[in-house]
């Protein structure tokens, strides 16, 4: 099996002085960083002891156990993976909504009660927002050939992922989530299976769906659905990216219609980043794949790397990353790690903004530039600035679930983006706090605020009740 770098360890230790600092020191010694320590039974003779500790690379726990093994009066008496127990069993659950105690309850909820509701649904179909899951409900549909940074690992193995996912929306917003994952991988079989399951269901989010069929597959879906679909990976990271760059471009006094952006990545999210940037406002942007700049004139076999290429650089300029990022004012990287060095990040012009996302490890480590840069962002939680697509999805589905809208277009992208810079204050905006927490409270509701209106506003909000309606079914 393999190990996670986070473990708790069970010991059994000698009621004395000096006996636990010495198990602490052994743990700081061996790479181990300590997290909470909890007290399980005590007498006294012993103390039984957890420790949660995280490790710094894969073969610490080897040395760290054996130093422990060597220590007198301390018995090791269980080592579990803290990653591991907390899916034992999955992450999410269905729950019952109303309770079934009777005879009575149950002919309510079931037959014969149930077919009045499924004829009401058959002849009026928006009913179902109002008297199934469908209102509440979005389904999670991956093949699971792109997992975070893991690559094509199969929809069984993308399930951890999507339950996580679904944990995610219903902390954050209260949206009831399920996983799809799906055993089949050419675009129309995607394609088919969506389409058969949707009436379920009150929008799509699709996720880790490897590019450049992802394009396609949510470019097709949206066309063929009257529900949202909303592909994660592209719109999600487009979003956030956006809202940390407004308020990154305000803590260094640029203006984002005069800047020069390199952005290394084109795959689904940059282009979608280079999509939504473009919609913002950025005049004067320059996307790299492997091979370069990506220039005008250029005819990619891939449809969606031809849109970069007839609708950025428009000064057409060649090179490698590192040579066209002399001049710029702010590096996206959503690529790969190590692509970068503190001379690159030199040859930008002062006060660079510097969003190195890839993960986990990202384009440039943060250490390098601390003191040339003026802001820096990554993927990652352990530095400041977290790109966190959590940060967007939750709001977003919550907004579009509120109104049942039709579909998401640009224009809800962009006011979810500025309204999640807006959440960070003026008094609160500074290098290391360009966007909000995951774990700020009004975060969805501010995000699903501003999709709604513009659903509303853009017309592709459903009015599902007239007022004859409401007061037919009594809501």
Known sequence: MVMSLNVTIKLKLANRPGALARVLDVIAREGGSLGAIELVSASPSHTVRKLMIRLHQKGDLEGLTRALKELPDVQIIQIADRVFTWHMGGKIEVAPKRPVQNWEDLSLVYTPGVAVISETIAREPDMAYKLTMKGNTVAIVTDGSAILGLGNLGPTAALPVMEGKALLFKQFSGVDALPICL???????????????????????????????????????????????????????????????????????????????VLSGAGAAGVAIAKILKNAGVRHMIVCDRKGAIGRGAQPQNPFKAWIAENTNEDNLQGSLKEVIAGADVFIGVSAPGLLQREDIQRMNKQPVVFALANPDPEIQPE????????????????????????????????????????????????????????????????????????????????????????????????????????????
């Open 183 to 261: 055993d089949v991988h050419e675009p129309q079989q995607i394609i088919d299976a969506v389409v058969a399951i949707a009436p379920a269901f009150g929008g799509i989010n699709l996720e880790d769906i490897a590019a450049p069929k992802c394009f396609e597959i949510e470019e097709r879906l949206a066309h063929l659905l009257d529900i949202p679909v909303f592909h994660d990976d592209q719109h999600g990271t487009a979003i956030v990216t956006l809202a940390g760059l407004l308020n990154a471009l305000k803590v260094v006094r640029k203006s984002i219609s005069e800047i020069k952006l």
């Open 368 to 475: 390098e530039i601390y003191d040339i840069a003026g802001v820096i962002a990554t993927g990652r939680s352990d530095y400041p600035n977290q790109i966190n697509n959590a940060l967007a999805f939750p709001g977003v589905f919550r907004g579009t679930l509120n109104c049942h809208a039709r579909s998401i277009n640009d224009e809800m992208c962009l006011a979810a983006a500025n309204a999640l810079a807006g959440m960070v204050t003026e008094e609160l905006l500074n290098p290391e706090h360009i966007i909000p927490s995951v774990f700020n409270e009004e975060v969805a509701p501010v995000v699903a605020r501003a999709v709604e209106e513009t659903a509303g506003r853009t017309g592709v909000a459903r009015k599902i009740l007239s007022g004859e309606n409401q007061e037919k079914y009594s809501f």
